[in-house]
């Protein structure tokens, strides 16, 4: 075969003025650290924290939860616009977990672990989406929902977020920071 450009010694020459010296690299080689056993003090905070990721969610707790249009609430003392706003597409969910596939037991602690992530993330709005199925996930979601502390209000998603199987829910964010005061 015969070469479109071939290189003559004198433009091998020239490049070879051009670059200067030059050595060849060495293949850097990567080695895995070997794993670190974790002081007790980082196993106990872990501890804590999954302690504080579950919730328990009772299976017994029958909300008075209205069945006319579509699946809403707001908690005593906050203000009913609220749902309205959730509605209205004014929040906005900054987490969105997805509990398709899912049995109750696993749900449950996937909710409970979004509603303590969030506290985390400062996240005032999430998103959960139970789906319709066989419409058990629903059913109890809502029924979850208001026996958290956090949670001021929930409303039915937009189609943008799930519509009829997915709620957003409107969280009180609580400041982790103490302050002292003198």
């Known amino acids: 075969m015969k070469e479109k450009n071939p290189v003559n010694a004198q433009d091998k020459q020239l490049f070879k003025d051009a670059v200067g010296k030059v ?3 060495v293949q850097d080689t990567i080695h895995p650290h070997k794993q670190s056993i974790k002081p007790q003090q980082q196993i106990i905070k872990e501890k804590v ?3 504080k990721a579950t919730f328990h969610f009772s299976d017994e707790f029958e909300p008075d ?7 809403q609430y707001v908690r005593d003392g906050a203000s009913s ?3 309205k706003n959730l509605r209205r597409g004014i929040y906005h969910p900054e987490l ?9 037991h696993s749900a449950k602690q996937e909710i409970a672990a979004l509603l303590y992530e969030s506290q985390k993330e400062h996240a005032q709005c ?3 989406v139970h789906g319709l199925g ?4 629903k059913n109890k979601v809502p029924h979850w929902l208001v026996q958290h502390p ?3 209000a929930f409303h039915q998603a937009p189609l943008e977020y799930g519509g009829n199987g997915a709620l957003l829910v409107l969280l009180d964010i609580h400041d982790k920071l103490m302050i002292k005061s003198d």
Request: aromatic letters at 2%; glycine letters at 6%; hydrophobic letters at 45%.
């Open 65 to 71: 939860l209205s069945n006319n249009g579509p699946m």
């Open 49 to 51: 924290a999954k302690q």
């Open 81 to 83: 616009y609220e749902a």
């Open 134 to 137: 066989q419409h058990i996930l």
């Open 126 to 128: 999430v998103c959960i």
């Open 96 to 104: 969105i977990l997805d509990l398709h596939g899912l049995d109750q």
């Open 23 to 25: 050595k060849p690299m």
């Open 150 to 152: 956090d949670v001021i």
